[in-house]
């Protein structure tokens, strides 16, 4: 059955080209579309051979993800929602609508979440929003350990790709108590797949050796005693046979080393009598407050405050 053209609506100037996209049609007018568009004022006023065609046919994109632009040079207006947001920025990307492009960006910023945000990361690098990137990344260096600890974020992190997941234990801004989580995560990573092997000897690299806590340490050493088995860490204890990576050689030769910058905040209030204080956790890196067990002994003044941390 044949498609019946459709227009961005009234009032628009003359209709005096025809786009096909999918199985429909769209009147539009090129001097509309090339002023909210830069790849339509190349089309339509370029060198291409577009530009003496009345009927063009435009292919890989989404029908509706497309009518909400031609909408938006026509009106100025656009509505992004869950439904449509990723499909209308890839559409906004390629025909290079900058201002819905940034419209949608910012609309899966406000969405972000733990359990999105690598896949988001990811996104925004893939089509150049930097804004939606950067605040990606910045949800996955203060979550690392509950990106480990929930079986559904856990598969999110696990999607990383080696660049990204090298990017994100190496920086000093990685929300860690300590390297433990460092290494639970390149062993997490490198044992999801048989071709991540290899992978593992430079990883280690990224894991700041002087911060590993006693107890790992205690349990990688009766990992040795007990030999190999079936299990992850039988890797790293086979890798660390061959050789400790370079930067824990320089580690142990007492060469300056620094750790991941963290702090918190505590806050103890509530009132004299009670058996229970309440307390409260003040997360400064993500900006967020959780509540704690409270304290279960009585308050001998008003409220208290303390921060823990190392962080300059």
Request: with cysteine; hydrophobic share 45%.
């Amino acid at each position: 059955m044949a498609c019946q053209p459709t227009s961005p609506g009234d009032g628009a100037p003359a209709a005096d080209t025809v786009l096909e996209v999918g199985q429909r049609l769209f009147n539009v007018n090129r001097g509309v579309l090339s002023s909210a568009s830069r790849y339509f004022q190349a089309m339509f006023y370029g060198g291409t051979r577009e530009r003496s065609e009345a009927h063009i046919v435009l292919r890989g994109l989404d029908p509706e993800a497309f009518g909400l632009l031609l909408g938006f040079a026509a009106h100025g207006r656009v509505t992004v929602g869950r439904h449509n947001a990723t499909s209308l920025l890839e559409a906004a990307d390629f025909l290079q609508f900058e201002r819905v492009k940034l419209l949608c960006a910012a609309f899966l910023q406000r969405e972000l979440r733990v359990g999105n945000c690598v896949g988001a990361w990811a996104y925004g690098r893939r089509f150049a929003c930097t804004g939606l990137a950067a605040a990606a990344r910045g949800v996955a260096l203060t979550h690392l350990a509950a990106l480990l600890e929930d079986e559904d974020d856990e598969e999110e992190f696990l999607q990383l790709s080696k660049q990204a997941l090298a990017e994100l234990l190496a920086s000093d801004d990685l929300y860690v108590t300590g390297d433990d989580q460092v290494l639970e995560a390149v062993v997490k990573w490198t044992s999801y797949h048989r071709s991540r092997e290899d992978e593992l000897r430079e990883l280690l690299g990224l894991v700041r050796a002087p911060f590993l806590s006693l107890a790992f340490l205690d349990r990688l050493v009766k990992w040795t005693q007990r030999g190999a088995e079936p299990d992850p860490y039988g890797s790293l204890v086979r890798v660390l046979e061959r050789g400790l990576p370079q930067s824990w050689a320089a580690a142990a030769r007492s060469l300056p080393q620094s750790g991941r910058r963290f702090d918190t905040m505590y806050v103890l209030g509530g009132r004299h009598e009670r058996e229970e204080q309440e307390l409260f956790q003040f997360l400064p890196k993500t900006n967020s407050w959780q509540a704690c067990a409270p304290l279960r002994r009585r308050n001998l003044t008003q409220y208290a405050v303390a921060a823990v941390g190392n962080a300059a």
